[in-house]
Each structure stands twice: as C-alpha cells, then as structure tokens.
C-alpha cells in the first residue's frame, strides 16, 4: 500500500497448519547373522575375551572381562545387525534393540508473516523488511533412521530474516547497483547428516547467518553488458547453539560454520551481442566465479563419546574444501528473431575438481568419502521454434 507518494508499505501474512501421518512395519528378517548375535552374541564375546586371556575377575558380572565386553558390544552389534542390512527388524521369539515397528503423527502450525518498508528516492530505492518463516518438521523413514532406538521425528524449523537495503540506477539505466545487508536467526536448525552407518535427521536449537551482496551491472556500449556481484556471509553455529541436555553431536556442532557456506564468493561475468546482416544475431559470454574455503561435511570435528571430550577431538581438515576459480564460457549464433539458434559451451573450463559433501565411508572408521561436484564440462546446444 501507498503511505505516501514514495512510501510504500507491504504486508503479509499467513498460516501454515501441518498434519502428518508416518510409519512403518517390517514384518520379518532374513540377516541370520544378526539374530544369532542377538541370541547367543553377549555369551559368544564373552567367551571369546576370556580365551584371549583376559580374567573375569573377583565379579564376574563387572570384572575385566565384562567391562571389555561391555566396551565391544556396541561394535559388534553394528557390524553383526549393520542399520543397511537389518535396519528396524524383530521377532516374536526374539525382542531387539531395534524396533520393529514404528508409527506416529506429528502436528504443528505456524503463523508467518512479513513487513516490508520502500521508499523511493527516484533514481535509488531503499528498503528495510521483516520476515518470519518457518518449514514444517516430520519424520525421516529411511530404513536407516529408527536404528538403535533412535526417534525418526524432527521439529519444526523457524527463521527470522532483517533486510535493510538499496537499488540505485544512473547514466540512464546504463548502470545499476543493488546493495543488501540481512541477519537470519535459525530456530530448530534441521540437518540431515550421514554417520557412515545410518542417516540421521536432527535439530540444532540456534544457528545464525549474517552478511551482505553487491551485485552491479553496466553497458559501457551498444551491445556490451558487464556485471559483478559479491556476496559475503558468516552463516555458523554460535557457542550456544544447544545445552548440556542435546545430544552430543549436536553439542559438536557448535561454534563451527554452517556447510559449504563460504565466507566469500565474487561473480565477474561479460556478455556482448551483435548482429551479422540483418537476419542473424550472436552473441559471446564469459563468467568467472570464485569461492573462498568452506566446510563440506556436517560435523567440524569427530563427535565424541563423552561429554568432557567436546571441542578435543580430532578436526576434520579433508573436509575443508580450499577457495578455488571456475569459468564458463557460452557463444552462439541464430535467427535475429530467436527462430532457431545454435550454442557452444564450456563449464568449469580448467577442470577444478572440487568436492560437494563429504562423508563418513561405510564400515571404515577414520576413514572419509566425498562427491565430487561436476567437473569441466562442454558441449553444444540447439534451439527452434516450431
């Protein structure tokens, strides 16, 4: 709405009401590994621990032995009922500390809005917002999720996003510039992360992101467009981002930054269009874009065991992927009036082999896997109107 003839207000609201219905039931298993471990695993590892010399001691139920065991179970229940193998499986006969079956709903709603204040200066607009948002929870009924006793369920995540900034246009139109500064607080952060066994879905109570973007354009001549943008972004988990109470690898979480959120990022790209007579156009584009170092992995560091260990244990450096520079470049010729065109190209023209995520490798501790994102890639496009 107008408050004025340069003043303009924007509203917006609305409510989100989430209802969900999710579940699962297994009905039989065929890992026979994994139910003769759940049968006779504890009194096979015992006897196993004692005939390599370790005594029971004066308690049987809590001397070396038992504790040895105690402390190797663990493992060898994941490799003996491995989450991909035998996720979520039971019996009549034989009750598991996994959950056969699984069902449950979840609710939620949520009010989001959004204010939104403009004034016009003529040649330089300014602006300053509001908004709150909001992405429903649910569950994550990947075979995997319920393994172990854990609860597939995740909460609702909320944001509050401040916007202040301007556009401003001169020389005609021949030269515009855009300039924003925000602040998101995240509440109930979801992550979705891949522990080498299973993955998990979880909520991270704070996370925050903060920075700014330039972006620029100019046509210094007929045909000649050169643009720019920067764009710079401290988007991390504070301090505080959960209590003593969350899970441990949640507690990892913070003070790292968010993943693959680079501090940096600059785009310098060209693009000059011209015609040959008076029936065909063409046109030659370069981009240039350039990253600093980001976090490819979910977790900063391994997640420890023990409370007291957080914040000591080992970092996680492959997982760092190091600032790097792409090019693409696009040139093409057609119909001066987009009646047929053709078009050759070229992605990441020098081959920089970056990674996207990284990775717990399966059944290999200390060991990491990573996705590689695309490498360089060319090729020629055709297009028409029929």
């Known amino acids: 709405?107008?408050?004025?003839?340069?003043?303009?207000?924007?509203?917006?609201?609305?409510?989100?009401?989430?209802?969900?219905?999710?579940?699962?039931?297994?009905?039989?298993?065929?890992?026979?590994?994994?139910?003769?471990?759940?049968?006779?695993?504890?009194?096979?590892?015992?006897?196993?621990?004692?005939?390599?010399?370790?005594?029971?001691?004066?308690?049987?139920?809590?001397?070396?032995?038992?504790?040895?065991?105690?402390?190797?179970?663990?493992?060898?229940?994941?490799?003996?009922c491995f989450p991909f193998v035998a996720p979520a499986i039971g019996s009549d006969a034989i009750p598991l500390p996994l959950p056969r079956e699984f069902s449950g709903s979840f609710k939620d709603d949520e009010l989001i809005y959004t204010v939104k204040l403009g004034y016009d200066f003529g040649d330089v607009n300014t602006y300053a917002s509001f908004t709150h948002g909001y992405k429903a929870g649910g569950f994550n009924l990947d075979t995997t999720a319920a393994a172990g006793g854990l609860d597939p369920r995740f909460a609702s995540e909320e944001v509050d996003a401040w916007e202040v900034g301007m556009k401003g246009r001169t020389l005609d139109g021949a030269l515009t510039a855009n300039i924003a500064l925000f602040y998101q607080e995240f509440e109930n952060f979801q992550v979705l992360e891949f522990t080498g066994a299973q993955f998990q879905t979880f909520n991270v109570p704070k996370a925050i992101s903060k920075g700014f973007e330039i972006e620029s354009q100019i046509r210094p001549t007929d045909g000649l467009t050169i643009n720019?943008?920067?764009?710079?972004?401290?988007?991390?988990?504070?301090?505080?981002?959960?209590?003593?109470?969350?899970?441990?690898?949640?507690?990892?979480?913070?003070?790292?930054?968010?993943?693959?959120?680079?501090?940096?990022?600059?785009?310098?790209?060209?693009?000059?269009?011209?015609?040959?007579?008076?029936?065909?156009?063409?046109f030659l584009n370069a981009q240039v874009r350039s990253e600093s170092d980001r976090r490819t992995s979910t977790q900063p560091r391994d997640v420890p065991t023990s409370a007291a260990a957080l914040g000591n244990t080992a970092l996680l450096p492959f997982d760092v992927q190091d600032s790097n520079i792409k090019i693409n470049l696009r040139a093409g010729i057609g119909d001066i009036d987009d009646a047929w065109g053709i078009e050759a190209w070229v992605t990441n023209l020098t081959n920089e082999v970056t990674r996207g995520v990284t990775f717990n490798t399966v059944l290999r501790s200390g060991s990491r896997s990573a996705f590689t994102q695309e490498p360089r890639m060319y090729g020629v496009t055709l297009r028409g109107k029929f």
């Open 1 to 80: 709405m107008e408050l004025t003839d340069n003043l303009d207000l924007t509203l917006g609201l609305r409510w989100s009401d989430e209802s969900k219905d999710g579940g699962y039931d297994q009905l039989s298993v065929g890992n026979d590994t994994c139910l003769g471990f759940l049968q006779n695993g504890i009194d096979n590892l015992t006897a196993a621990v004692v005939a390599a010399g370790v005594p029971l001691g004066t308690d049987p139920a809590t001397g070396p032995a038992a504790q040895t065991v105690g402390a190797l179970a663990p493992t060898a229940f994941v490799l003996s």
């Open 228 to 282: 720019a943008g920067l764009t710079y972004v401290d988007a991390n988990y504070p301090s505080d981002c959960a209590s003593s109470e969350d899970a441990l690898r949640v507690q990892n979480l913070c003070g790292a930054s968010l993943t693959n959120a680079p501090e940096l990022v600059t785009i310098v790209g060209a693009r000059y269009d011209g015609e040959i007579g008076n029936d065909l156009g063409y």
